[in-house]
């Protein structure tokens, strides 16, 4: 090898290394920054930072509105209970709610949220609202989700979620976070997390497209298909309860159907769908100070098309009355 190749190789070696060098001081420097101005309000930063988070998805947003002492209730849940009204909840049974629904979530991540706001309570809660839609019925112990969700978020572990600021996109919301940190007057994310789909819906013509309102029409089976059991995530949702919420209130909440969306008596998916509520039914019969609202029937708000954007996401008309079901289960479990 020549004297030439040898040098050349030395250089680009000694490039790499201070490249590796220079990168890893960035990075070092990147989740320093995040980990001081907490982008997503978790608490964790040393610093006494502004209260609150910019706008933004409430799979993220939950870490700042989860610990927000001014809330002594919590609704959990999907998109199937994300328009009962934590503001009514509150007019109604006086206690201060939260939603920490996620879209698209199902049992696992809801333990999650649920775990979080217990944890970060100094006094005990006053009531929690639990959505139980047809995720909760599955038999699968894994509890396996559909789409991503911030785990790390809501680690109890620094190291995980030291781990978890190591993304590109964190790195936008840090930028996002000073933003908010230094202005006078910034925007913030509504502090109790309701979050109303009805424009969403109207927009996508949910009630204007004559197919969209024939497919209502049709039937659906989503029972779920789970007749035998077992129902893990009524398991992991006792076993939670009993451990961090001994003595509190708690709703279990089946989200209202379109009729079309239920399903016929003696079918297998009847079989499936009572077999569901029966779990939750004993959990609501064995654990003290707990009720279980069922507004998956056959009922004539769940008959009107008006009432209903598709099978399982209805409008504020029927989300009035189920959070008025819901505030006197509250008040009943006193």
Known sequence: MSSSTS?????????????????????????????LVDPYDSGRSPLTLKTGVSPQGPRTAAASRGRDPQFSGAIFGNSHIQLVSPEQLAQQTGIPFVSLIAPATGPRESLVLLDWFLRHRKE??????????????????TLAIEKPFPFWLFESSTVRYLAGLLRFDVIEETLRRLRYLTAKQPERARPDGYWDYEAGYEVQGFHSDPVRRAQ?????????????????????????????APGVPVVLVRPPNFVSGLPK?????????????????RLAAE????????WRVDRP?????????DHTHYRRKIAGPLAADIAAAIIGLR
């Not at 008596?265 to 039914?281: K, N, S």
């Not at 654990?287 to 069922?294: F, Q």
């Open 301 to 309: 708000e769940n008959r009107e098309p008006d009432n209903y954007f």
């Open 287 to 294: 654990r003290p100070r707990t009720a279980l609202v069922d």
């Open 124 to 141: 005990q809660a006053k009531a929690l609202v639990v959505g139980i839609d047809v995720r909760w019925c599955t038999a699968d112990p």
């Open 265 to 281: 008596p003696g079918t297998p998916g009847a079989g499936a769908d009572a077999a569901c509520r029966d779990a939750y039914a």
């Open 216 to 244: 209502l029409l049709e039937p659906l089976d989503i029972s779920g298909g789970n007749a035998t059991g077992p129902f893990p995530a009524a398991t992991a949702l006792r076993d939670l309860l009993d451990r961090l």
């Open 7 to 35: 040098s050349s190789d030395a250089r680009w070696g000694g490039f790499g290394r201070t490249f590796l060098a220079a990168a890893t001081l960035l990075a070092a420097a990147l989740l320093a920054l995040a980990f």
